[in-house]
């Protein structure tokens, strides 16, 4: 089946920091990817769509302006937690859409001191 | 925001038991998806069943979809300590692919 890469697997920054992590389709193009984000023992909460040149679309309550997203490429999107707080620790998933179905990369940990 | 309710929230059994599980969701869908996740480790999919089918198999897994009452539920038939993990029902409302996820069931099987 399709393979979706992130990286890194996990990363630990200082507060204030800015954390970049990288979502891959690796075998299909994907004009459309989401991303999640889990806390410890919750389910995933989805924050936002990201659309291939152009802008993301977010769900209600999460910072569009803290969360940067970019899909520059029908391969790749980029998720930017800006100015990173303790609170932002969290295991961020993506997913990118095959033509008919749905495919999650393994995760992303940050960890937020 | 949450679409689906799943329960129980919490599942312990005994190796070679069912576990059942049910997720109910608010507004009509377009399919709906269950997945299994390991503590720490991402999504592993098991059965996507779409809005007019009622039941799917695969191996001993087993989904049904009830769209009258919003809800559906997934069976572990001759459950394994392997298949402890959690589980979670996600639906897609729009045909377009954007999942949100229930709340998930965490099951335990105990060796």
């Known amino acids: 089946g399709a393979v979706v890469s992130q990286h890194p697997s996990w990363v630990i920054c200082k507060s204030g920091t800015s954390v970049k992590i990288e979502c891959r389709s690796l075998d299909f193009q ?15 909460m989805l924050m936002a769509t990201s659309n291939e040149g152009s802008k993301a ?17 029908l391969t790749l999107s ?13 295991f961020y998933i993506c997913s990118a859409r095959d033509p008919d179905t749905q495919y999650f990369g393994p995760g992303t940990r940050l960890t937020v001191l | ?5 799943e329960d129980p929230q919490a599942l312990s059994i005994q190796e070679g038991e069912n576990a059942t599980m049910n997720c109910s969701y608010k507004t009509s869908i377009n399919n709906l998806q269950w997945y299994r996740q390991n503590s720490g480790r991402g ?8 809005s007019n089918e009622r039941e799917k198999h695969s191996g001993r897994l087993r989904v049904t979809l009830d769209t009258s009452k919003k ?3 997934l069976l572990i038939t001759a459950s394994r300590a392997a298949d402890t993990a959690s589980y979670f029902c996600a639906t897609d409302t729009s045909g377009t692919y954007k999942y949100i996820f229930g709340t998930g069931t965490r099951l335990k099987v105990l060796a």
């Open chain 1, 30 to 44: 994907a004009t459309t990817m989401f991303w999640y984000r889990q806390f410890p023992k919750q389910s995933l």
């Open chain 1, 57 to 73: 679309t977010y769900e209600q309550g999460v910072e569009k302006d803290k969360f940067l997203i970019n899909h520059a490429s």
């Open chain 1, 78 to 90: 980029t998720l930017t937690v800006t100015s990173a707080h303790p609170e932002d620790s969290s």
């Open chain 2, 1 to 5: 925001s949450q679409q689906g309710e």
């Open chain 2, 43 to 50: 999504l592993v999919h098991l059965i996507l069943i779409r």
């Open chain 2, 71 to 73: 809800s559906s539920s």
